[in-house]
């Protein structure tokens, strides 16, 4: 069961986390990991995988009318990607805000201290992934780990 609370800043939530080809070809993986867990975050799973044109299609199927989706299918079926679930209070939005901003060359002007400004490349190679929302977060975590994790608040019993 959810937790009730007034303002919804206690909840333990999870979200979906995914260093993309370029973050792990690129050596980064380390370095995002340590930055996720000085940031409060705990690692409760993680999986490496190499997606293929349908799964990425399929994670992706919100952008298949967008004019960049056959190059961002291309970009993330080009070598294996990490994927996490990570948890914390409020998960879903401080993680967005740890990754900064979608183009990466704005990051790095903007907001300079996010992990897309230390290893993104531009608006397509930005090296992370994190869930836009709740429900995103909750569909994503299934996507890659099963039914496992509905995405209601975890207890002290939780395994995960
Ligand atoms: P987000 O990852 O910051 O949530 P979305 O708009 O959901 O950004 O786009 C998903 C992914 O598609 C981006 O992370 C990026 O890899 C790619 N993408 C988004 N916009 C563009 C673009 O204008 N050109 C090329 N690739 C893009």
Redesign the pocket.
Known sequence: PIRSSSNGSTEEEKTLAMI?PDGVLGNYTERIKMVIVESGFSIIRETITQLDEHRASNF?VE?SS?S?FS??IK?MTSGPVLVMILKKENAVADWRTLIG??DAQKAKITHPHSIRAMCGLD????CV??S?SLESAQREISFFFGEISSGDAVGEHDEL
């Not at 608006?123 to 930005?126: D, M, T, V």
Request: glycine share 12%; hydrophobic share 10%; charged share 30%.
């Open positions: 993309k992706y952008h967008k960049f190059g961002l970009y901003p979608t608006s397509e190679k930005n992934h994190g836009d």
